[in-house]
């Protein structure tokens, strides 16, 4: 079975334009969480969506939204980017959205490069 | 969110036992412990989780102390794949599935 899968891989963008980033979860799994992942710390929470509702928010500016879709992927929106927004962004999946103990499956992640 | 505590930095030599600790002083009676380890450039991945128990599978085993303020990630036999990024997490049972990471414990493996 593949894994979670996102893309692109690796991204450049300027300052003040917009980013979608994608992710598709694991086959049953209808719990999607983003991920921002600075270099040289821990990934920080941002969202996460469960059965396409807002389950979770993490402490980000209103730049960051994200939505999923019937088919459980999900889209992670960046707008008017700024420098500090260079990071890795990881998308993780669990069978559930919460109230439990499921481990969550991440993705290799989308580097972004914000010049 | 409760905060773990952890060293910056361990070293290992390859096939010899690793212990990870991590502190959890403030942990709440409905906190789990869980790890999860990040290899270099790759997403983190589950290691294991416990609650009071001591608990073990393939991958490694947790040790909690008895008062839950403290716990041990114990890999039996350290290969050089081990070296990672490992995060102690508490996660409440009744929250999201938020994972609050810290900055983790690098483990180098020496061959």
């Known amino acids: 079975d593949a894994g979670v899968t996102q893309s692109p891989t690796h991204l450049i963008k300027t300052r003040g334009q917009h980013v979608t980033l994608r992710c598709s979860p694991i086959?049953?799994?209808?719990?999607v969480s983003w991920y921002q992942q600075v270099l040289g710390q821990g990934p920080q929470f941002i969202f996460q969506y469960y059965e396409k509702e807002e389950r979770g928010r993490g402490n980000f500016p209103d730049r960051f939204s994200a939505r999923q879709f019937p088919n459980y992927s999900s889209e992670l929106n960046v707008n008017a980017l700024l420098l500090g927004d260079s990071a890795l962004y990881l998308c993780?999946?669990?069978?559930?959205?919460?109230?439990?103990?499921?481990?969550?499956?991440f993705g290799p992640g989308t580097r972004l490069t914000v010049l | 969110d409760a905060k773990t505590t952890q060293p910056n930095s361990m070293e290992s030599n390859e096939e010899e036992p690793v212990h990870l600790p991590c502190n959890h002083s403030t942990i709440s009676g409905t906190d789990y412990i869980h790890w999860y380890r990040q290899l270099p450039s790759q997403g983190p991945e589950y290691v294991i989780h416990g609650l009071t128990s001591n608990v073990n599978n393939r991958m490694a085993s947790l040790a909690i102390a008895e008062d839950r303020k403290s716990s041990t990630l114990i890999l039996h036999r350290a290969t050089l794949r081990d070296a990672a990024v490992y995060y102690c997490i508490l996660r409440d049972v009744g929250a999201n599935s938020k994972l609050t990471f810290g900055k983790g414990i690098t483990l180098s493996v020496r061959p």
């Open positions: 086959s049953g799994h209808k719990s």
């Open positions: 993780a999946s669990s069978l559930e959205g919460g109230r439990s103990n499921n481990e969550q499956f």
